[in-house]
């Protein structure tokens, strides 16, 4: 079994309490959708990120909504680079699996997406 990497972002609507547990639990629950085999017991550690404009709550709240109660949890605030997006959460999961990395799923939700689109959620099939 190795320890894998995966990772989510998602953009929030504002700085309010509500919408960082609200997108951070949409994103939490897109990463499971998308993995399957994931599970909480599975999870070494999970690593939040906002940017610096998101200070209304901690994003790792969600996660212990969604009954992640056993979980090391910790969050932490991006650099402020300039051409960056704002209001993003990112999450990075470390899973022990025996997936290979080619069969994780990363999660990019809507405006996230362009950090990385070749991962945006749900994926868009080719014609």
Known sequence: MALRGVRGAIV?????????????SRLL???LSANPSLSAEEVA?????VTP??????PAKAARQLGWTEV??????????PHGL???VR?????????????????YL???????PEWEFPRRMSA
Not at 12 to 24: D, F, H
Request: overall charge negative; aromatic content about 6%.
């Open 12 to 24: 929030v609507e504002e700085n309010s309490a509500e919408a960082i547990l609200a997108g951070t």
């Open 29 to 31: 629950r897109a990463m």
């Open 45 to 49: 550690s999970c690593f939040f990120t």
């Open 53 to 58: 404009d998101l200070t209304a709550e901690y």
């Open 72 to 81: 090391p949890l910790i969050c932490a605030q991006e650099m402020a680079v």
């Open 86 to 88: 704002r209001r993003c």
């Open 91 to 107: 999450i990075l999961i470390h899973w022990n699996t025996d997936l290979n990395p080619a069969q994780i799923e990363h999660v």
């Open 110 to 116: 809507g405006e996230a997406a362009k950090l990385r």
